[in-house]
């Protein structure tokens, strides 16, 4: 199977984190404006914005209005600390992993989430299934509909944990949309998550979640070794 080109965003994810991962920019430090940015990486200022919309997402940047961008989380070269033993599991293994965290996460926000956390829940959603009917690229409305769930369960162990795999997460999603047919059942699912939650009905909630990853699970199964 050949391998999908690397979008140019994605190109600039990656050096973002090589930066702050070899120590260039630590911690609590600001890092150069999305203007400096776009002229030293030679690419349009959007694609730095979408790298790091998605890095501030995973919480590894801090986006302050009127001050400039952060780093957040440190990202550290030794293997041991970053979890290579994640970093070497396969797609299968981590969609396995996400079946047993996932539904329930979309089950405790049914019951627990605010009128204002449904509300954004259910945006993502239809700006994702606009852009996939567009055939525009919605990995970044992927990763924060999942990502505003487990922010929604007010359970901070949930979110550190879904945050501290954001990177393998964001690879998952990645591989999942060069499956032709994921991403229009991908699309659909998640609109259907979001008004079982707005519906406040957990049971739908768990059970959507649920088929829509042993869908991708099958499907991942099903793909050429």
Known sequence: MMKKKKLIYEIVYEE??????EGKWQAGEKIPTVQALSQQLN??????REAIKILS???????EQGRGTFVETQLSENPNQTFEFLENSSMEQLTEARLVIEPELA???AERGSEDEVKRILQCARVM??????SEDFLEEDIEFHYLIAQATKNDVLLKMMTLISDLLYDSRRYSMKIKSQNEKAANYHILIARAIKDKN???ARNLMNSHILDL?????????
């Open 16 to 21: 973002i984190k090589k930066n702050i991962r």
């Open 43 to 48: 690419v349009s200022i959007s694609s730095v």
């Open 57 to 63: 997402q995973q919480r590894i940047l801090r986006v």
């Open 107 to 109: 089950a405790i926000v």
């Open 129 to 134: 299934q606009r852009k996939m009917l567009a």
């Open 202 to 204: 957990p049971f739908q």
């Open 217 to 225: 699970l099958d499907d991942l199964k099903k793909r050429p070794r």
